[in-house]
C-alpha cells in the first residue's frame, strides 16, 4: 500500500483485505453499532443547489506517535478553492456520537491510517484529523450526488474513503485524477471495507451520482471520509 500510494498517488483496497488490515490494529466488535449509526445522521442544511440528499456528522481529532485525541468538537471549513459549490464558510454538523468515535472500529481505522500516512510522511510529527460520516441518499426523480462538487482535491494531506454500507443503488463509482485533469483510476465501492487511500497533493477525486434501482424502496451510499494534515504537535 505504501509503495502504491508513494509511486501513483492512491491505492484501491478491496474490502476482504481491508478489513483484515483494520483488525490487525485492533478490533471490530462494534462494527454492527458502528454501521448502525449512519441511520443517525442530520440533513446537511449547507448545501448550495439545495439539494437535501446528503446526511452527516463530523468530528475532529489530533494524533502524534503517542495518541489519538478527540479535539472540542468545531466546523468543518474548505476554502473555494477546494469546494467551489459548498465552500468558503465555517459548516457546523452535527458531531459523531461519543460510543461511536470513541469505539473500537473507529479506533482502529484511526490507527491504522495514523501508522500508514505516517510511514509516507516519515517529517511530519503530528496530524490534524477530521472525520465525516456521509450518508448520500437516491429518491424517485431525484439522483444523490456523493460529490456535488465534482471532481476535486480536499486541501489536505492524505484521505482514506470507507465504504460502511450501500442499500438499493446503482453506479457511485470512484474516479481518480491526476491534478491536469487526466483519468487515472476507477473503482465502485461495492461492499463494506472497500477503500480508496489518496494523496490529497498528487491526485484530485470525485464520485458519480447514486440512482435508486427501486424508487419505491430507501437507496443510500454511506462512506466514512478520514483526511490527515499536517498539524503541529501540542
Known sequence: MRQAIAADGFIFVRGAAMRQLLAAVAPLSDFDRFAASWNDLRIDVYMADGGRYRRRRHAIYFADADAIIRQPH???????????????????FDPIRPDIGAGETMTG???????????LARHKTGWDIEVHQFRIEARRGERGLPTPEGIHRDGVDYVLVLLVGRENIAQGETTIHSTDGRSLGSFTLADPFDAALLDDHRVAHGVTPVE???????????????????????
Open 74 to 92: 468545531g466546523p468543518h471549513y474548505q476554502s473555494r478553492e477546494y469546494n467551489p459549490v459548498n465552500g468558503g464558510i465555517p459548516r457546523w
Open 109 to 119: 481505522i484511526l490507527q491504522f491510517c495514523r501508522g500508514l500516512f505516517g510511514q
Open 212 to 234: 435508486a434501482l427501486d424508487p419505491a424502496a430507501p437507496a443510500y451510499r454511506d462512506v466514512l471520509v478520514v483526511t490527515f494534515r499536517s498539524g503541529i504537535v501540542a
